[in-house]
């Protein structure tokens, strides 16, 4: 099959188009023909040598997908409601830059209705990582108050939607004003420009004081004391990656005072089992909002599968709004 491999650590050009064995899915798993792979962050880091695959995981980069069931054992499809043929996007390991793909099956979840390939591969990686981290771990709450850091990234844009959807009222940053209308359009609520604005000042001001009562932090470093700052009263910070250092020097007392919580996580190095978990819970609450309208995958731009060095750049840019997907 064809497949794109990390020749060496570095920029996008590193990625190339090469031969590689189809792989066999193993209890548990099952194998997808694939139609389209989702572009993440962890892909990039993947490629310049900072995030290594865990052990046992495939070294090529690619951690979501979409297309047609082609494998897998009989019982154990049936018992997780599928067959072959079935349209499906998955949450890999890895290995998902590639025609073909193995799966674990409870990471695996059937293609929204009236969803194409292409947006299905948008929608994995990042509505399990909202999930985890927002509802999960922030435990955010129809009513509460959502402040995400990079409204318009694959992140953001899910986890917009996922908040507004449930019930919460959503304010985001972003770096210029048509990125704001953008999120905006999407249902934030509030959208501030970091580079023009202070969040911290403009959360105070939109929530009337009492500030926000989640955060979903891309950024860390020096944001985390300003966001102790704009955190209402049991508060939940919640980190999932550290562009901005992983350093941190923030007012302790203020979190013993206010009864704030300070969280995080990683996706891929969770268990099978955790994530099937949360497959569960995304196919009960969120994967019928797509068919009632109330979200929408947002694909800011396709590639060839060829193209990915292209893909790699666009997003290191930081010049888009929503995913980038790569085709096959």
Same mark, same amino acid.
């Given at each position: 099959?064809?497949?794109?491999?990390?020749?060496?650590?570095?920029?996008?050009?590193?990625?190339?188009?090469? /031969?590689?064995?189809?792989?066999?899915?193993?209890?548990?798993?099952?194998?997808?023909?694939?139609?389209? %792979?989702?572009?993440?962050?962890?892909?990039?880091?993947?490629?310049?040598?900072?995030?290594?695959?865990?052990?046992?995981?495939? !070294?090529?980069?690619?951690?979501?997908?979409?297309? %047609? =069931?082609?494998?897998?054992?009989?019982?154990?499809?049936?018992?997780?409601?599928?067959?072959?043929?079935?349209?499906?996007?998955?949450? +890999?390991?890895?290995?998902?830059?590639?025609?073909?793909?193995?799966?674990?099956?409870? /990471?695996?979840?059937?293609?929204?209705?009236?969803?194409?390939?292409?947006?299905?591969?948008?929608?994995?990686?990042?509505?399990?990582?909202?999930?985890?981290?927002?509802?999960?771990?922030?435990?955010?709450?129809?009513?509460?108050?959502?402040?995400?850091?990079?409204?318009?990234?694959?992140?953001?844009?899910?986890?917009? /939607?996922? $908040? #507004?959807?449930?019930? %919460?009222?959503?304010?985001? *940053?972003?770096?210029?004003?048509? #990125?704001?209308?953008?999120?905006?359009?999407?249902?934030? !609520?509030?959208?501030?420009?970091?580079?023009? /604005?202070?969040?911290?000042?403009?959360?105070?001001?939109? +929530?009337?004081?009492?500030?926000?009562?989640?955060?979903?932090?891309?950024? $860390?470093?020096?944001?985390?004391?300003?966001?102790?700052?704009?955190?209402?009263?049991?508060?939940?910070?919640?980190?999932? @990656?550290?562009?901005?250092?992983?350093?941190?020097?923030?007012?302790?007392?203020?979190?013993?005072?206010?009864?704030?919580? =300070?969280?995080? %996580?990683?996706?891929?190095?969770?268990?099978?089992?955790?994530? @099937?978990?949360?497959?569960?819970?995304?196919?009960?609450?969120?994967?019928?909002?797509?068919?009632?309208?109330?979200?929408?995958?947002?694909?800011?731009?396709?590639?060839?599968?060829?193209? $990915?060095?292209?893909?790699? $750049?666009?997003?290191?840019?930081?010049?888009?709004?929503? #995913?980038?997907?790569? *085709?096959?």
């Amino acid at each position: 099959m064809q497949a794109i491999e990390i020749s060496r650590p570095g920029g996008p050009d590193v990625l190339r188009l090469a /031969q590689r064995p189809e792989p066999a899915p193993a209890a548990g798993e099952l194998l997808i023909e694939v139609a389209a %792979s989702g572009v993440n962050r962890p892909d990039v880091l993947q490629r310049s040598g900072a995030y290594p695959p865990p052990p046992g995981a495939s !070294d090529l980069p690619g951690l979501e997908v979409a297309g %047609s =069931i082609v494998g897998g054992h009989a019982g154990e499809l049936a018992a997780a409601g599928f067959k072959l043929g079935d349209r499906v996007c998955a949450l +890999t390991h890895g290995g998902g830059y590639a025609e073909r793909c193995v799966a674990p099956i409870g /990471q695996t979840l059937p293609v929204p209705a009236g969803l194409t390939d292409v947006e299905a591969a948008s929608l994995p990686e990042t509505f399990f990582t909202v999930w985890i981290n927002v509802f999960d771990r922030a435990r955010l709450q129809p009513g509460e108050t959502l402040l995400v850091q990079g409204g318009s990234s694959g992140i953001g844009v899910a986890a917009i /939607q996922l $908040a #507004k959807a449930l019930g %919460s009222t959503v304010i985001v *940053t972003v770096g210029d004003d048509a #990125k704001a209308q953008a999120c905006l359009a999407l249902g934030a !609520d509030f959208a501030v420009n970091y580079k023009t /604005q202070d969040f911290v000042a403009e959360v105070k001001r939109v +929530t009337d004081g009492r500030g926000a009562d989640v955060i979903l932090d891309m950024v $860390a470093g020096d944001y985390v004391a300003r966001e102790i700052q704009c955190l209402a009263d049991d508060g939940r910070l919640s980190i999932i @990656a550290v562009q901005g250092g992983v350093r941190a020097e923030f007012d302790a007392g203020a979190v013993l005072r206010r009864r704030l919580t =300070i969280t995080g %996580s990683t996706l891929r190095p969770r268990t099978v089992a955790y994530k @099937a978990q949360v497959g569960r819970a995304l196919r009960e609450r969120a994967w019928p909002l797509f068919e009632q309208g109330k979200l929408a995958a947002v694909v800011f731009k396709t590639f060839p599968a060829a193209q $990915a060095a292209q893909a790699h $750049a666009l997003m290191e840019s930081g010049q888009h709004v929503g #995913k980038i997907v790569l *085709t096959w």
